[in-house]
């Protein structure tokens, strides 16, 4: 419960500091969403060190290689998307039907580098099943 009210009182803060901060370009609304996904991140951190602390969860083996390939496919989506949205002009100066398809197109792009970024570094389809972690039931 202590936890919850940590966040609370973080997310309060993150929201006053990243919002007043963002007041003048107009982007106030995404500095309370940015706390609100800092906030997030941090809270499930601290809970993830708690309930490993007194035991109440531990990971079976393999959750380290799997993290690593997630992070490895998220950073290669993210990149992919960086470079591909262009500046502003590319997006403001077309046709609505334009706009869609290269939406259409950043969107399916950044499914195949995820997708073929977590093959590359050994993720097969088998590694999502619960089968092969059901003998470690306790």
């Known amino acids: 419960f202590r936890l919850a009210l940590y966040a609370i009182a973080l997310n309060l803060l993150l929201s006053v500091l990243l919002s007043s901060s963002l007041v ?72 609505a039907l334009e706009r869609i398809g290269r939406l259409g197109l950043m969107i399916a792009s950044a499914i195949a580098a995820y997708a073929g970024s977590l093959y590359l570094l050994g993720m097969r389809l088998r590694h999502l099943t619960l089968v092969q972690y059901e003998r470690h039931a306790i």
């Open 24 to 95: 003048p370009s107009g982007w106030r609304h995404a500095g309370i969403a940015l706390a609100t996904g800092i906030t997030g991140l941090v809270h499930a951190g601290w809970l993830g060190v708690f309930l490993r602390k007194t035991g109440a969860y531990r990971p079976l083996p393999g959750w380290r290689p799997h993290v690593l390939r997630v992070v490895g496919g998220c950073v290669a989506m993210g990149a992919l998307l960086a470079y591909g949205v262009g500046d502003d002009a590319v997006w403001g100066d077309r046709s």
